[in-house]
């Protein structure tokens, strides 16, 4: 693991500190490792819908096709009921 030293004003520090506190991490480290997964996973999301965003699709989107989609989705939601 590597090491990073971080300035920050004391307003910002103190907000790190509450945020460790009430949110139950146990060292800053911790929260800015959340803070930076959660970046990159929100990034890694905007690339992908972008990229669908360009994608050509085979079937008409039609109030038809979302109604499969729906009944797909209920139909997963079922057998994981189910199980």
């Not at 920050?8 to 929260?31: A, C, H, I, M, N």
């Not at 669908?52 to 009921?81: C, K, N, P, Q, V």
Request: charged share 35%; net charge negative.
């Amino acid at each position: 693991m590597v090491t990073m030293n971080v300035s920050l004003p004391d307003s910002l520090k103190q907000f790190v500190d509450e945020q460790v506190s009430e949110r139950g991490f146990g060292t800053t480290s911790e929260y800015v490792r959340e803070l930076i997964r959660y970046d990159r996973d929100r990034s890694l999301l905007r690339e992908r819908i972008l990229a669908s965003a360009d994608a050509e699709f085979s079937e008409h989107m039609d109030g038809a096709y979302f109604e499969r989609l729906r009944g797909a989705i209920r139909a997963t939601g079922d057998d994981a009921a189910a199980q």
